[in-house]
């Protein structure tokens, strides 16, 4: 075989194996979809997940948004003072952070705290021969495991993101009010006035469930499918904050460009 021959096969052999992983993925979301309702008639489970995703991540989340609302309401203060309008700092904080900064920031942080975890625990089941164990006792283990691993993630990543944006309003208040000395009452009526509920926190919600859902599924499906060593897992790990940050990134162009043009 020629050399350009040896180079479309494989070519041909890569896209076929991409084009089978991204079936194999979409089947397995479409599975997960369909084990709602049983995964939600054992709630304690789901519970249990949310417990522990949002507990690895709370204090990151905590932390990184009282920083980025301290910078925030830096940043923003000398940029409004330049035209007089720095009674609209509150405004400019509060519609930055629910709009944009606390979901995607938070998802980038719930992909390396919570998703890795996620990933190295499926995946040190699947080397430990836990889930075959489970499938030769006829338990389904993405009915088990998965599916309520994945609702876990996906309830506890909007309330992570309120956590982050909550945070982050008061370390710009910190910054603008107590530090810089903005007038408390502008602040507040400014950010009142201008924030729509359903329209500038809505959108923050919407955004922070579809990074969830990516986020989470990315996480699990990277531990289900790791090879069954430990360099597999770690590669797996890795993997799974290449590709969730990423999908995070575009999936945020792509649902701002559809919020805000409607």
């Known amino acids: 075989m020629s050399r350009l021959g040896a180079m479309v096969a494989d070519l041909g052999f890569a896209t076929r194996s991409k084009l089978h992983e991204i079936g194999y993925g979409a089947r397995m979301m479409l599975r997960l979809l369909a084990l ?6 054992r709630f304690g489970l789901i519970r249990d997940q949310v417990f522990f995703l949002g507990n690895y991540s709370l204090a990151i989340i905590t932390v990184s948004g009282l920083f980025v609302g301290f910078v925030l309401g830096l940043q923003s203060y000398y940029a409004l003072q330049r035209y007089g309008s720095s009674e609209a700092l509150g405004l400019l904080v509060a519609l930055s952070l629910v709009r944009e900064l606390g979901p995607v920031v938070t998802a980038l942080l719930f992909a390396g705290r919570a998703g890795t975890a996620l990933t190295a625990e499926i995946g040190l089941m699947k080397a ?11 338990v389904d283990p993405v009915r088990r ?29 910190v910054v603008g009010v107590l530090m810089i000395g903005v007038d408390a009452g502008a602040f507040w009526s400014q950010m009142q ?32 499918e790791a090879q069954a060593t430990p360099e597999g897992v770690a590669r797996a790990t890795t993997r799974t904050v290449v590709l969730a940050s990423l999908a995070v990134l575009g999936l945020d162009f792509v649902l701002t460009a559809l919020m805000f043009s409607v």
């Open 36 to 41: 709602t309702g049983p995964a939600f008639r």
């Open 128 to 138: 430990g021969e836990q889930l075959s164990a489970m499938e030769m006792m006829a």
């Open 145 to 173: 495991i998965l599916a309520p691993r994945f609702w876990g993630g996906v309830i506890a990543m909007p309330l992570l993101a309120a956590v982050f944006s909550a945070v982050g309003i008061l370390g710009g208040w």
């Open 193 to 224: 006035s201008g924030v729509d509920v359903w329209r500038d926190v809505g959108n923050g919600i919407v955004k922070s469930f579809v990074f969830g859902v990516t986020v989470t599924f990315v996480a699990l499906f990277q531990g289900f």
